[in-house]
């Protein structure tokens, strides 16, 4: 049996997507221009992705010569895609750098709705994790810092308050002027 010598390549990840729990998109990004070239041919992976995943309960698969980790959330079916050959436990610790960046970001309601309306946070956050197949973070806190998203911030902050309060004050002089 002939081995095969594989180089060493920091482009490890293929691919990261979100699906819904009907395996619709939310986020995806593909970072193999060879892997799936057209929008027909990613969606048709993902729908059997999704068909092999979504009633099992391990974290592991493997699908037309891709290794596949995932994990889901409520209404939510992470995945980071890697190759055949690549380290689980790598693309392992990008999915959960991913989940609980987002866990920490989405004040751990991570469910659809919340997810699509922080849906520039959640690119933002893709971004730091993984540039172009290469993983360049795997610390949650890291990346919530790097994208200067404030965890303990209050939704309605001091800020917000003042200028409130001026718009209000605004009103009442303008009305009082009339």
């Known amino acids: 049996m002939e081995s095969v010598a594989l180089e060493p390549s920091l482009y490890t990840v293929k691919a990261v997507f979100i699906l819904d729990n009907d395996g619709n998109r939310l986020l995806a990004k593909y970072y193999d221009p060879d892997l799936y070239p057209s929008m027909k041919e990613q969606k048709n992976f ?3 992705v999704f068909n092999k995943t979504h009633k099992t309960d391990s974290e592991i ?3 037309e010569g891709m290794t596949i980790v995932y994990k889901t959330s409520i209404d939510l079916f992470f995945y980071v895609v890697g190759s055949a050959q690549e380290n689980e436990l790598m693309l392992m610790a ?3 750098c991913l989940f609980d960046t987002l866990s920490l970001m989405l004040r751990k309601n ?3 709705r919340c997810l699509l309306d922080n849906m520039d946070g959640v690119f933002l956050v893709v971004d730091e994790i993984i540039d172009g197949g290469v993983i360049l ?3 949650p806190q ?4 790097k994208v200067n998203f404030r965890v303990d911030e209050n939704p309605l902050s001091e800020q917000s308050v003042a200028q409130v309060l001026q718009s209000a004050k605004d009103q009442i002089k303008w009305s009082i002027l009339k």
């Open 46 to 48: 993902e729908r059997n």
């Open 61 to 63: 698969a493997f699908l």
């Open 94 to 96: 990008v999915l959960n």
């Open 110 to 112: 991570v469910e659809k």
């Open 137 to 139: 973070e795997s610390d």
């Open 142 to 145: 890291q990346v919530i810092q």
